[in-house]
C-alpha cells in the first residue's frame, strides 16, 4: 500500500517564476491538503481539494492555486515567487477518521 | 482560533534516558496527532490520540480532553529518535485542518 507520494523532491526556482508541485494520496483516500512549512516553524495549511474544488483556503495569496484530478492526485501551484515562498510544501491526505497522512515533501528554494 | 504550545522547545538526552514532551491547546478538539520530523523533512505519524492513552514500542500518548493537554512519553530513547515533534490538532472545521504547535526539537547523544 502505497503512501502520500509528491515530486519533484527538491527545486530551485527564480523570483518571479512560477512553479507546480505534485501530490498523489495514500490508495482509498480522496481527500488531500497542502502545507507549507518554513524554516524553524510548523506546517501552515495552504488549502484542502475534495471532490475536484478547493473546499478551505488558509491565509496565503491568489498566487497559491490548486487543482484536484478526477484520480484524487493534486497539483499545487505558485505564480509570481516570493524569496519568501522558499519553504518546503507538504502534502497530506485524510483518512478514514479524519486522521492525517503527510508525504515526504517538496523543498522549494527560490533564488 | 485555536492555540497549540508545546513544550520544551528544546531537548538533549543520552541515549537510554526517557523524556515527556507535552502539548496544550487552548479550545476542545476532535483530533490530535503527534508526528516525528525527521532530518529529512517527512513527518512521521506517531498517534492520533484526540483522548486516552496509546503505546506503540518504546512511545506511549495521553490524551486529556477536558483538561486541553496531551503528552508524548519517549523511553529508553535511541539517536534515531532525534528530530522534531510536532502535536497538531483538528480546528474542528469541516476540513479538518491540522493547527500545528510549535515542536520540540530533540537530540539524542550516543
Known amino acids: 500500500d502505497a503512501g502520500v507520494t509528491q515530486s519533484p523532491t527538491h527545486l530551485i526556482k527564480t523570483r518571479g517564476q512560477q512553479v507546480t508541485l505534485r501530490c498523489s494520496p495514500k490508495s482509498g483516500h480522496d481527500t488531500v491538503s497542502w502545507y507549507q512549512q518554513a524554516l524553524g516553524q510548523g506546517p501552515q495549511f495552504i488549502f484542502q481539494y475534495y471532490e475536484e474544488e478547493e473546499r478551505q483556503r488558509g491565509n496565503f495569496p491568489d498566487r497559491f492555486s490548486g487543482h484536484q484530478f478526477p484520480n484524487y492526485s493534486s497539483e499545487l501551484n505558485v505564480n509570481a515567487l516570493l524569496l519568501g515562498d522558499s519553504a518546503l510544501y507538504l502534502c497530506?491526505?485524510?483518512?478514514?477518521?479524519?486522521?492525517?497522512?503527510f508525504g515526504p515533501g517538496t523543498r522549494l528554494t527560490v533564488t | 482560533g485555536i492555540q497549540v504550545e508545546q513544550s520544551p522547545p528544546d531537548l538533549i538526552l543520552q541515549e537510554g534516558a526517557n523524556s515527556t514532551l507535552r502539548c496544550n491547546f487552548s479550545?476542545?478538539?476532535?483530533?490530535l496527532q503527534w508526528f516525528h520530523q525527521n532530518p529529512w523533512g517527512q513527518l512521521i505519524n506517531l498517534f492520533y490520540?484526540?483522548?486516552g492513552t496509546k503505546q506503540n514500542g518504546r512511545l506511549s500518548a495521553t490524551t486529556v480532553a477536558t483538561e486541553r493537554y496531551s503528552l508524548l512519553y519517549i523511553s529508553s530513547s535511541q539517536t534515531t529518535d532525534s528530530g522534531v515533534y510536532f502535536c497538531a490538532v483538528d480546528d474542528g472545521g469541516a476540513t479538518n485542518k491540522l493547527i500545528f504547535g510549535t515542536g520540540t526539537l530533540l537530540a539524542v547523544q550516543p
Open positions: 497530506a491526505s485524510r483518512g478514514l477518521v479524519n486522521e492525517q497522512y
Open positions: 479550545d476542545s478538539v476532535n483530533n
Open positions: 490520540i484526540p483522548s
